[in-house]
């Protein structure tokens, strides 16, 4: 696991929602790139990307609740997991059994 510095590239405020997409260049050889949603908030949602060709460009969107001070343009942090690899929270769940609904890009 390591981190890269991800782009927004839309912001949307809607009262007190808002939406936004974040992208970033995935290196090779990883298959599961997460936004980290700390600057979104605890309530936030962010789809992870998984599966995504080198050198893509994955975007990334993310919502939920909060009046934030973000504007495109801004850095984001974002995980990227080696082939192999998988975040705690699914690898858990893969231990006990439970399957993880993948999104193929």
């Known amino acids: ?51 995504p060709r080198s050198a893509e460009l994955a975007n990334i969107s993310v919502h939920g609740p909060g009046r934030l001070k973000i504007r495109v343009g801004d850095e984001m942090r974002v995980m990227c997991f080696k082939t192999g690899e998988l975040p705690d929270c699914i690898a858990s769940e893969n231990r006990r059994g439970a399957s993880f609904l993948f999104f193929p890009v």
């Open 1 to 51: 696991m390591f981190p890269l510095i991800g782009y927004v590239t839309r912001f949307e405020q809607q009262g007190d929602r808002f939406s936004a997409s974040v992208d970033v260049r995935v290196p090779e050889d990883v298959s599961h790139v997460q936004l980290d949603t700390e600057v979104f908030g605890s309530a936030a949602h962010a789809m992870p990307h998984v599966n």
